[in-house]
């Protein structure tokens, strides 16, 4: 190994003086202090300056890899002002295990190992991968899993995210991954049985993958019990019973792209049949874990309409969201802070520069100075009103604090139908030229004036007792004020018909899952494209009703 660099080493043959004279062939082998000292410096020069490189972006780039019986070993290094010279020396003990494989799985393994040991240098690049193991290039350079051992295949998909072109180099010139595949540290213990073997999950994970060739289905027609193959028309698509063997792999075959459940029988139809084929690929593409976990099967459905209970009085129930960031606005009023009484429909709207807890505590507290306090609050899951603030401004005061599920705003439906009023009401009074300050209160005059569909009494009414007089009411002749009528009836009929509606519209079924069930969560909102659509598994730990359910980690989901 120390010849291959000798242009790099100064004064290389008074250094190797010591060594050499053992090696001549009357020499009494007697390994003296000279020839430590010699060893010491040359592994001192090796690893130093100017025989070590840095690493060059542009020069060209090789791994040489080796293994022995008992290690691997590799070299990386850069074609560098038309010099050779190494960037890193990598080697490591097989374990029991891997002593136990065969020459070429040794071999690949050694390559595997390298480009992964180095991969902050060769992701992205492309580099030429050098074994002295010549049937490995092909079996590495190669896609598809042909008649690879498993091992190998597996091996080859890991090196398929590097841009490599494998060389064979043979064993004579291999010498410096050579040396270090046989002289390494100490064994590297057996891994615990506990130890979760990334192959062993890879291998589980891996589909079927094999070609099923016409003679495979021949042989297995053979095989199989007698007239198992009903009929092989010209043309046509071959037709075997239900036993026959070969169907998991035909089906992992014609869903190896994960297409819909359609694409999948037009390929199949084409080819092959048997009794219970479009059951068979129906039930395959449902449970096909990959196409869940990305997000084709579509979200889940949606549950029956659940009414909220209409409370007996004004501002006990009421529910608080925040609105915005609006656009095109002061910078002090881009966000609104909006609250909504479930009784008399009444809002309550402030606008703000920000939305910290501290800022809609003081919105709520001005409320309460003026309404009371109510028995509860809704809100959805921000960051305002799940911090240990919010929590104990509600419990001094003996608030129930009610978080929506996540992802699901239709639970604090009346504060979110109340934003979208905001919103184009705002957006008109905009347009005809109003401040947007005057353009809030204008819309949240009329709207406490108008009276509410499903009341059919205005908010003022139902939280004052008396209406708001607006300027058309200055028409009309004075009157005296009239008692709000008690709504319960009417909004108990119109929650009756708004359910109705909804749930033969949604076509409401069942949840499919009980208390203790394993689910997945749908993400309608990630943080990033290639993110998953569905969260990692939790258990459903209690039904909060009949479609909410708290799940292991405290979420509420619907």
Same mark, same amino acid.
């Given at each position: &190994?120390?010849?291959?660099?000798?242009?790099?080493?100064?004064?290389?043959?008074?250094?190797?003086?010591?060594?050499?004279?053992?090696?001549?062939?009357?020499?009494?082998?007697?390994?003296?202090?000279?020839?430590?000292?010699?060893?010491?410096?040359?592994?001192?020069?090796?690893?130093?300056?100017?025989?070590?490189?840095?690493?060059?972006?542009? $020069?060209?780039?090789?791994?040489?890899?080796?293994?022995?019986?008992? $290690?691997? *070993?590799?070299?990386?290094?850069?074609?560098?002002?038309?010099?050779?010279?190494?960037?890193?020396?990598?080697?490591?003990? +097989?374990?029991?295990?891997?002593? @136990?494989?065969?020459?070429?799985?040794?071999?690949?393994?050694?390559?595997?190992?390298?480009?992964?040991?180095?991969?902050?240098?060769?992701?992205?690049?492309?580099?030429?991968?050098?074994?002295?193991?010549?049937?490995?290039?092909?079996?590495?350079?190669?896609? *598809?899993?042909?008649?690879?051992? +498993?091992?190998?295949?597996?091996?080859?998909?890991?090196?398929?995210?590097?841009?490599?072109?494998?060389?064979?180099?043979?064993?004579?010139?291999?010498?410096?991954?050579?040396?270090?595949?046989?002289?390494?540290?100490?064994?590297?213990?057996?891994?615990?049985?506990?130890?979760?073997?990334?192959?062993?999950?890879?291998?589980?994970?891996?589909?079927?993958?094999?070609?099923? $060739?016409?003679?495979?289905?021949?042989?297995?027609?053979?095989?199989?019990?007698? %007239?198992?193959?009903?009929?092989?028309?010209?043309?046509?698509?071959?037709?075997?019973?239900?036993?026959?063997? +070969?169907?998991?792999?035909?089906?992992?075959?014609?869903?190896?792209?994960?297409?819909?459940?359609?694409?999948?029988?037009?390929?199949?139809?084409?080819?092959?049949?048997?009794?219970?084929?479009?059951?068979?690929?129906?039930? &395959?593409?449902?449970?096909?874990?990959?196409?869940?976990?990305? /997000?084709?099967?579509?979200?889940?459905?949606?549950?029956?309409?659940?009414? +909220?209970?209409?409370?007996?009085?004004?501002? @006990?129930?009421?529910?608080?969201?925040?609105?915005?960031?609006?656009? !095109?606005?002061?910078?002090?009023?881009?966000?609104?802070?909006?609250?909504?009484?479930? #009784?008399?429909?009444?809002?309550?709207?402030?606008?703000?520069?920000?939305?910290?807890?501290?800022?809609?505590?003081?919105?709520?507290?001005?409320?309460?100075?003026?309404?009371?306090?109510?028995?509860?609050?809704?809100?959805?899951?921000?960051?305002?009103?799940?911090?240990?603030?919010?929590?104990?401004?509600?419990?001094?005061?003996?608030?129930?604090?009610?978080?929506?599920?996540?992802?699901?705003?239709?639970? %604090?439906?009346?504060?979110?139908?109340?934003?979208?009023?905001?919103? %184009?009401?705002?957006?008109?009074?905009?347009?005809? /030229?109003?401040?947007?300050?005057?353009?809030?209160?204008?819309?949240?005059?009329?709207?406490?004036?108008?009276?509410?569909?499903?009341?059919?009494?205005?908010?003022?009414?139902?939280?004052? /007792?008396?209406?708001?007089?607006?300027?058309?009411?200055?028409?009309?002749?004075?009157?005296?004020?009239?008692?709000?009528?008690?709504?319960?009836?009417?909004? &108990?009929?119109?929650?009756?018909?708004?359910?109705?509606?909804?749930?033969?519209?949604?076509?409401?079924?069942?949840?499919?899952?009980?208390?203790?069930?394993?689910?997945?969560? #749908?993400?309608?909102?990630? %943080?990033?494209?290639?993110? $998953?659509?569905?969260?990692?598994?939790?258990?459903?730990?209690?039904?909060?009703?009949?479609?909410?359910?708290?799940?292991?980690? !405290?979420?509420?989901?619907?």
């Amino acid at each position: &190994m120390t010849a291959y660099y000798l242009r790099f080493l100064p004064q290389y043959s008074a250094t190797t003086a010591p060594l050499r004279e053992l090696l001549k062939k009357e020499a009494t082998w007697a390994w003296a202090p000279a020839c430590s000292a010699a060893v010491r410096q040359l592994e001192s020069q090796l690893t130093s300056p100017p025989v070590l490189a840095h690493f060059d972006l542009e $020069s060209p780039t090789f791994v040489t890899c080796d293994a022995s019986n008992t $290690s691997v *070993g590799a070299v990386l290094s850069q074609l560098q002002q038309g010099v050779e010279r190494p960037v890193a020396f990598a080697s490591r003990s +097989l374990t029991p295990a891997e002593q @136990k494989y065969s020459v070429g799985e040794r071999e690949a393994l050694a390559c595997v190992w390298a480009c992964e040991r180095w991969h902050v240098y060769l992701y992205g690049r492309h580099f030429t991968l050098r074994t002295d193991h010549q049937a490995l290039t092909a079996l590495l350079a190669t896609s *598809g899993s042909g008649h690879k051992p +498993l091992r190998i295949y597996r091996w080859s998909e890991r090196l398929q995210a590097y841009n490599f072109t494998t060389l064979f180099t043979p064993g004579r010139e291999n010498v410096v991954a050579d040396l270090l595949s046989r002289a390494t540290p100490s064994p590297t213990p057996d891994p615990s049985p506990d130890t979760t073997e990334p192959e062993l999950i890879l291998m589980l994970h891996t589909p079927l993958q094999a070609t099923v $060739s016409l003679e495979d289905l021949q042989l297995a027609s053979a095989q199989d019990s007698p %007239n198992s193959a009903l009929t092989s028309g010209r043309g046509g698509p071959r037709k075997f019973r239900r036993s026959f063997t +070969l169907r998991p792999r035909i089906l992992a075959m014609a869903h190896e792209g994960h297409l819909g459940i359609v694409k999948v029988k037009q390929r199949c139809r084409d080819l092959v049949w048997w009794p219970g084929l479009d059951r068979d690929i129906e039930t &395959m593409v449902k449970d096909c874990t990959t196409c869940l976990v990305s /997000g084709k099967t579509g979200p889940p459905p949606s549950p029956p309409l659940q009414p +909220l209970q209409w409370p007996p009085a004004p501002w @006990k129930h009421i529910q608080v969201d925040i609105c915005g960031e609006l656009h !095109g606005i002061p910078q002090h009023q881009r966000f609104l802070i909006v609250a909504y009484d479930l #009784h008399s429909k009444w809002p309550e709207v402030v606008a703000t520069g920000s939305v910290t807890t501290q800022v809609v505590t003081d919105f709520l507290a001005s409320l309460f100075a003026r309404w009371g306090i109510p028995d509860t609050i809704t809100t959805d899951n921000g960051p305002q009103f799940v911090s240990a603030d919010f929590a104990g401004f509600v419990e001094d005061r003996g608030i129930n604090h009610i978080r929506t599920a996540f992802y699901h705003p239709e639970a %604090n439906g009346g504060v979110e139908r109340l934003n979208q009023t905001l919103k %184009n009401g705002l957006r008109a009074h905009l347009a005809d /030229g109003l401040p947007f300050s005057a353009a809030l209160r204008c819309t949240l005059l009329h709207y406490r004036a108008t009276p509410h569909s499903t009341t059919g009494s205005s908010p003022a009414l139902l939280m004052m /007792g008396r209406e708001l007089q607006l300027p058309l009411d200055r028409l009309r002749a004075p009157t005296a004020p009239v008692a709000a009528p008690y709504q319960s009836g009417r909004v &108990m009929d119109r929650q009756r018909r708004m359910k109705q509606r909804f749930d033969k519209r949604r076509r409401f079924r069942p949840p499919p899952f009980a208390v203790l069930d394993w689910v997945r969560v #749908h993400r309608p909102n990630r %943080n990033h494209k290639l993110l $998953s659509f569905w969260s990692t598994p939790m258990q459903v730990t209690d039904q909060l009703g009949p479609a909410t359910f708290r799940l292991a980690d !405290g979420s509420r989901v619907s």
